[in-house]
């Protein structure tokens, strides 16, 4: 059974990178058809696609985070990992990681997910 | 970018209930459309996706329908388990956008 665990530090610093892994087990990242997201939610708010990475390594952001955000893919790890750069106190958020479906573009797997607070 | 518009926002209800949501997109999304049902400190878990298939495993009082604009989730008999949070999200077209969500209360 596929398990998504997130890990990350919890605290960051206004202008600092949020830097996020998912260990995927129970499946590889790397195998064909398989794709990768990124999702968010801040406290008390409804949910935000940060982007996505498929088994080739392409990716694919949405573009009010385009600029600040990078996903990439550790296949030996197994991980996918997020950073996202100049962070304010509007990306405090609980941070998913997902498995896209591999025919249709929503999410069926989630990590539990992993609360980021930005502040000094 | 596509706005989801869900209703309502809040709705209380009883065990054994029927309950309707809504979910209406801003342009045309023919059927490419996502629920999901979050409890509180959980991750989202979806129950239907091209607007009117089960997930497997979810209970089959969960249905969808709906195509283009306007969507409906409809639990026929509400279970004790159903209290939770609703989403709507759209695959149609990136940036992949998720509705405010509804949130379903016992009454």
């Known amino acids: 059974q596929l398990h998504l665990q997130e890990s990350g530090p919890g605290l960051v610093k206004p202008s600092e990178t949020l830097s996020l892994t998912c260990t995927v087990s129970?499946?590889?990242?790397?195998?064909?058809?398989?794709?990768w997201a990124w999702i968010r939610q801040p406290p008390g708010k409804g949910l935000e696609w940060i982007g996505t990475i498929s088994y080739s390594g392409s990716t694919y952001y949405n573009p009010s985070l385009k600029s600040r955000v990078t996903i990439s893919v550790d296949t030996s790890k197994n991980q996918v990992s997020l950073k996202l750069s100049s962070v304010t106190a509007a990306d405090t958020a609980v941070y998913y990681c997902a498995r896209r479906n591999s025919d249709w573009y929503y999410f069926d797997s989630w990590g539990q997910g992993t609360q980021v607070t930005v502040s000094s | 970018d596509i706005q989801m518009t869900q209703s309502p926002s809040s709705l209380s209800a009883s065990v054994g209930d029927r309950v309707t949501i809504t979910c209406r997109a801003s342009q045309g999304i023919t059927n490419s459309l996502a629920w999901y049902q979050q409890k509180p400190g959980r991750a989202p878990k979806v129950l239907l996706y091209v607007a009117s298939t089960l997930e497997s495993g979810v209970p089959s009082r969960f249905s969808g329908s709906g195509s283009g604009t306007d969507f409906t989730l409809t639990i026929s008999s509400l279970q004790p388990e159903d209290f939770a949070t609703y989403y709507c999200q759209q695959f149609f077209s990136s940036p992949y956008t998720f509705g405010q969500g509804t949130k379903l209360e016992l009454k």
């Open positions: 129970g499946g590889s990242i790397s195998s064909r058809s398989s794709y």
